[in-house]
Every structure is written in structure tokens, then in C-alpha cells.
């Protein structure tokens, strides 16, 4: 529809925006969004700090106040951090940096979405077996992380992102977003907290597992930001979608695979396959100059089963160089660890 004078009539939003001395962006950018740049081959490599609030559901077991990890022999949590922080460190190049600002310990059971929460009884009845786990199974996020004030401060940006480390049946996400414009995150977006106005990733992890399986949920982090970076693009345009071959889907062309497929796998969770395959797994070291360089690989490159050894070595090949191609920034990890500078 057109006003008399044959312009456009303004929308809400265009009103809006007027009375606040704003304008809309162009090309249907979103208020907030960072524009794209122009390619180049000059812009440096971004080095990315997170400042994390990290927070450890460590319930009390017993009368003589004995921790839920002390309790069963499982892993301190403050060690698991710290390796895992050095570990993305070291696959990164340094690009990726974590620091923990903020350190909360709570002595309780988290919430799940229909309010239960377990009881050191019955925590350990589903975990001999005499009993079943809860059922919804997942944690009640929006009342977590309202708790912890959590919105407010990625928004006024004391906090970039929150890890849950907790026990099996906690019922953590291996890594889910909030915030506006938050997407798939291997799991749902936490659509309740859209006002946020910064997108960010909650991590889950579990105190009772290793650095592998924290470095295996950054992974599949990565993933899930590295296929939104690149989601606009088609074909070998696609870098990532590139990346990600693996022999069985592209037979002769394997690349680096996906977290669940290496280079060989025959199925999900093959980490320790002998079979050998042509790769281009080390022409990724000369990224974005190609040199055509293949080789037969097998699991021996990867640790033959070892879940750390062989996610670190699938991150170390993630690019992580100066310039810009279509738009997309020669370092991945920016992405990964600052989910807002993908454009939508």
C-alpha cells in the first residue's frame, strides 16, 4: 500500500527507529547485526576471549558434608576446566582464549522442566539401577539461568557464556544458545530468552566423564556455528560443508569429517576404524592456498579411539588465518567462540 503521495507508508519499525534518531540497516540487516565485510586477504586473525561464568551443581551426599564428586570418585571439576581452557588454547593456535570470571558452586540438585528435582536417595537409586531416571529429563533453563541473573550480564557484558558442570542426569545440554537471533546449537534455542540482546552458549558438561567428552561437546559447538556461518552458501562455496567430508558420504574426497565421522568412519562413534582412505586432511594447513595434497589415513592419525586425541586433532585443521573469503572470516574459531559475529 502507498500513502497519496505514491511513497511507501513506514513501517512500525521505520517509525520507531525515526523517533529514536535511528535508521533500519540495509539489505534487511537486524538493528545489532554486524555488517559483512568485504573480502580481503589481509585482516588479521582475530584473537577471541570468552569470559565465562562457570558454575558446579556439587551436591552435598552425606552427613559428614562429602561432595557429590568426592563422594564417587569422579573428577574434580576445577581440573576439568582448566585442562579443557588449555586444550582449545593449544588446538587453536591461541586464537581461542576462555577465561573464568566468575566461579559459583551450588549444593543442590538443578531443577528439571517440571520442577523435580533428585534427592541423594533417589540420585542414587537411578544410578544403581533400582530405579529409573526422572522423566521429562532435561534441566528447567529459563529458572537456572534467571537464578544466576545470567541474561542481564551476557547483555552488559561482564559474561560472553555459562558452563554447567554437573553429574549424569542433571540434565545439561552438551552446549545450547540464548539470547536474540539464537539458532541451533546441537539442541533448540532457548527462544524464552530472546530479550537478551547478545547471543550465547550455555555448556553443559559432567564431572563424572573426561576432557574428552567436554572437548567433544565444543565440537559439536563448532559445528552447529560453523554450519550457520556458512549456511547462505553453495556448493565448494561451502568451505565448511568441504571440511566436514568424510569417505562414505564422498568416497575418494574425504577431508576432515564431522565429530561423530572421521575421516574413515563406517558408522557413528567409528574412532578406532584400521581401514585407510585418501584424505586432504593436511592440505588444510595451507588454507585458504590449497595444494592439492592427499594421503591414506586411518585411526592411527587420531589416537586409534582416543575421544580427546582425535577431537584436538579434527579442531587443530579448523582455519585460523588472516583474510576473509565470501564474506566469512579465514578463522573459524571466532565463530565458534562468539556466536554474534555470524550474520543471519
Request: charged share 20%; net charge negative.
Amino acid at each position: 500500500m502507498s500513502n497519496s503521495a505514491g511513497n511507501p507508508k513506514p513501517s512500525f519499525l521505520d517509525t520507531i527507529l525515526s523517533w529514536l534518531g535511528l535508521s533500519k540497516p540495509a539489505g534487511g540487516q537486524t538493528p545489532g547485526q554486524p555488517a559483512m565485510p568485504a573480502d580481503n586477504t589481509t585482516e588479521p586473525a582475530r584473537i577471541i576471549t570468552s569470559h565465562v561464568l562457570f558454575v558446579i551443581y556439587d551436591p552435598v551426599m552425606d552427613g559428614a558434608g562429602t561432595k557429590m564428586s568426592v563422594k564417587m570418585n569422579w573428577n574434580r571439576p576445577d581440573d576439568l576446566a582448566n585442562t579443557y581452557i588449555q586444550d582449545i588454547l593449544e588446538a587453536s593456535g591461541g586464537l581461542a582464549r576462555y577465561e573464568i570470571v566468575q566461579r559459583v558452586e551450588l549444593n543442590e540438585f538443578p531443577a528439571l522442566t517440571d520442577g523435580f528435582r533428585y534427592t541423594t536417595q533417589s540420585f542414587q537409586a537411578v544410578w544403581n539401577k533400582t530405579q529409573t531416571p526422572h522423566q521429562p529429563q532435561y534441566a528447567d533453563y529459563q529458572a537456572l539461568l534467571t537464578g544466576l541473573n545470567a541474561m542481564q550480564r551476557v547483555a552488559n557484558h561482564e559474561i560472553d557464556e555459562v558452563w554447567l558442570m554437573g553429574f549424569p542426569y542433571a540434565g545439561f545440554y552438551e552446549s545450547t544458545m540464548c539470547g536474540a537471533g539464537a539458532f541451533w546449537c546441537n539442541s533448540q534455542p532457548q527462544k524464552w530468552s530472546a530479550y537478551c540482546s547478545r547471543r550465547f552458549v550455555v555448556m553443559g558438561f559432567n564431572y563424572e566423564r573426561g576432557v574428552g567428552e567436554m572437548v567433544h561437546a565444543f565440537g559439536h559447538r563448532c559445528e552447529s556455528t560453523l554450519g550457520q556461518a556458512f549456511t547462505r552458501l553453495q556448493g565448494k562455496d561451502n568451505l565448511y560443508k568441504q571440511f566436514a567430508l568424510y569417505d562414505k558420504v564422498a568416497p575418494g574426497e574425504a577431508q576432515l569429517g564431522t565429530i561423530h565421522f572421521p575421516p574413515n568412519a563406517e558408522s557413528d562413534y567409528d574412532y578406532n576404524n584400521p581401514r585407510k582412505v585418501i584424505s586432504n586432511c593436511d592440505d588444510w594447513y595451507n588454507f585458504p592456498n590449497f595444494k592439492n595434497e592427499t594421503r591414506l589415513v586411518n585411526a592411527d592419525e587420531w589416537g586409534n579411539g582416543d575421544m580427546r586425541v582425535l577431537h584436538k586433532w579434527w579442531l587443530k585443521h579448523l582455519p585460523k588465518v588472516a583474510g576473509r573469503i565470501h564474506g566469512i572470516a579465514n578463522n573459524w574459531w571466532q565463530y565458534s567462540l562468539d556466536p554474534n559475529l555470524i550474520n543471519l
